[in-house]
C-alpha cells in the first residue's frame, strides 16, 4: 500500500461517543484502540440560528480527518448501531426521540404532528403576541385561565348554553334564582 492510499485510508475513520465536553463542544472518540483527543463536533446549524444537541457517549460517528491528521479531525455525529438502533423505521416519519421517552414527531403521509411527554413532564408556549389555532381542539383534563375569556359563539357546560340558558324558580325582588332549567 502506498503513503497516499494509507492517508486517504486515515481520512474518514468509523468510532464511537468516548467523552462529551459541554462547555466546550468537542468530544473524543474511540477509534479501535485509539481514543482521540478533544474534537468539535459538527452540528446542523452554527451561526444566526444555532442548533444545540450534544453527542451521548457510544453513539456512532465517523472522524473526518484532512490529510490523516486527527489532531484537527471534526466529528460528523449520527451512525446506527445495535447499541443505538434506529426509533423508526418508516419513510413516512420524522421524528426525534429523546432519552426520556419524550418524542416530536410529523407522519407526512398521514398530515399529523404528534408531541408525547412522558410522565409528569410538561409543555410550556411563551407568545407575548399570543397563540392563533385554527381548527377545533380537544383537550382532555381539566382547563384553568389566570385571564379572561372571551368567545364569538355560544359555551356550553354539560349541554347547557350559557347565551340560551334558562332559570327556573324566579322570583321577582332580592331572591336567588334557580339552577339552569335543562
Known amino acids: ?23 466546550g463542544a468537542t468530544c473524543t472518540v474511540q477509534l479501535g484502540d485509539l481514543v482521540t483527543g478533544d474534537l468539535p463536533w459538527l452540528t446542523g446549524r452554527a451561526g444566526a440560528v444555532r442548533i444545540w444537541s450534544p453527542p451521548t457517549v457510544g453513539e456512532g460517528c465517523l472522524v473526518l480527518a484532512p490529510e490523516g491528521d486527527l489532531a484537527n ?11 443505538n438502533p434506529a426509533p423508526s423505521a418508516s419513510p413516512d416519519l420524522t421524528l426525534i426521540a429523546f432519552a426520556d421517552g419524550a418524542a416530536l414527531s410529523y407522519d407526512h403521509a398521514a398530515h399529523t404532528l404528534a408531541m408525547i411527554l412522558p410522565g409528569g413532564g410538561s409543555a410550556q408556549i411563551d407568545a407575548p403576541a399570543g397563540v392563533t389555532i385554527n ?9 384553568t385561565v389566570s385571564g379572561d375569556v372571551t368567545a ?9 348554553s350559557l347565551k ?14 334557580g339552577p339552569p332549567a335543562p
Open 152 to 160: 364569538a359563539g355560544d359555551v356550553m357546560a354539560d349541554s347547557v
Open 135 to 143: 381548527g377545533p381542539v380537544s383537550i382532555d383534563g381539566d382547563v
Open 73 to 83: 479531525g471534526l466529528v460528523l455525529l449520527g451512525t446506527w448501531s445495535n447499541a
Open 1 to 23: 500500500m502506498s503513503q497516499t492510499d494509507h492517508t486517504i485510508g486515515e481520512t474518514l475513520q468509523e468510532g464511537t461517543i468516548a467523552s462529551v465536553d459541554y462547555t
Open 164 to 177: 340560551q340558558h334558562r332559570h327556573s324558580a324566579v322570583q321577582p325582588g332580592g331572591g336567588q334564582s
